[in-house]
């Protein structure tokens, strides 16, 4: 198999908006998807993927994903919901966004204590930690593979038992998700 760690750099892990990057004054929405276009475009599938359109972000304003829309502009916090929505769309449904979201605009909305910034930075550094975890845990997989298979399978099966593996391991992470959103709502 080719080296596992030569696809993984391909992906762009490491690539996110930060607090940094998102400007200290509120966004239009052209601003807003250029500031994703130009943070998420290397790491998706194919070139011609949307990673975020003007309906998408209408739609999550319409269902309260984010947080009311002032005079057409997006604040530093509305941005870093999107990112998070970004984030979380890839695995879970939007009924499922909304719900694990909404205690995070209520908190907004009602605790002046309460900081999105500090959540998001704290996101920004598990999912540092996450993918540091991650290429080590590649290296590993490969090898589970080589040793179940003994060789014996050519380059094509190994593949295909690799794939079949992560989406394996991608199905209980995103079922262990779903449990956690379904205990944490149902309180």
Same mark, same amino acid.
């Given at each position: 198999?080719?080296?596992?760690?030569?696809?993984?750099?391909?992906?762009?892990?490491?690539?996110?908006?930060?607090?940094?990057?998102?400007?200290?004054?509120?966004?239009?929405?052209?601003?807003?998807?250029?500031?994703?276009?130009?943070?998420?475009?290397?790491?998706?599938?194919?070139?011609?993927?949307?990673?975020?359109? $003007?309906?998408? #972000?209408?739609?999550?304003?319409?269902? @309260?994903? *984010?947080?009311?829309?002032?005079? =057409?502009?997006? %604040?530093? +916090?509305?941005?870093?919901?999107?990112?998070?929505?970004?984030?979380? $769309?890839?695995? #879970?449904?939007?009924?499922?966004?909304? @719900?694990? *979201?909404?205690?995070?605009?209520? =908190?907004?909305? %009602?605790? +002046?204590?309460?900081?999105?910034?500090?959540?998001?930075?704290?996101?920004?550094?598990?999912?540092?930690?996450?993918?540091?975890?991650?290429?080590?845990?590649?290296?590993?997989?490969?090898?589970?593979?080589?040793?179940?298979?003994?060789?014996?399978?050519?380059?094509?099966?190994?593949?295909?038992?690799?794939?079949?593996?992560?989406?394996?391991?991608?199905?209980?992470?995103?079922?262990?998700?779903?449990?956690?959103?379904?205990?944490?709502?149902?309180?």
């Amino acid at each position: 198999m080719e080296n596992i760690q030569q696809k993984i750099d391909q992906l762009h892990l490491e690539k996110n908006i930060t607090l940094a990057d998102i400007p200290n004054i509120d966004l239009y929405v052209d601003q807003v998807l250029q500031l994703f276009e130009s943070t998420f475009r290397d790491g998706t599938r194919n070139k011609e993927d949307k990673i975020l359109t $003007k309906t998408m #972000i209408n739609n999550y304003a319409k269902g @309260k994903v *984010l947080l009311p829309i002032q005079n =057409k502009k997006y %604040t530093k +916090e509305n941005i870093m919901l999107l990112s998070l929505i970004y984030e979380l $769309k890839g695995a #879970i449904s939007i009924n499922d966004i909304k @719900k694990s *979201l909404g205690k995070v605009n209520e =908190k907004i909305n %009602t605790e +002046e204590d309460f900081h999105l910034e500090t959540l998001y930075d704290s996101y920004l550094k598990l999912e540092q930690q996450n993918i540091q975890d991650f290429k080590q845990d590649m290296d590993a997989q490969v090898n589970k593979v080589k040793n179940i298979t003994n060789d014996e399978q050519d380059d094509d099966m190994s593949k295909l038992l690799l794939m079949l593996s992560l989406v394996n391991m991608s199905n209980m992470y995103r079922r262990l998700a779903e449990q956690i959103l379904d205990e944490t709502t149902s309180v």
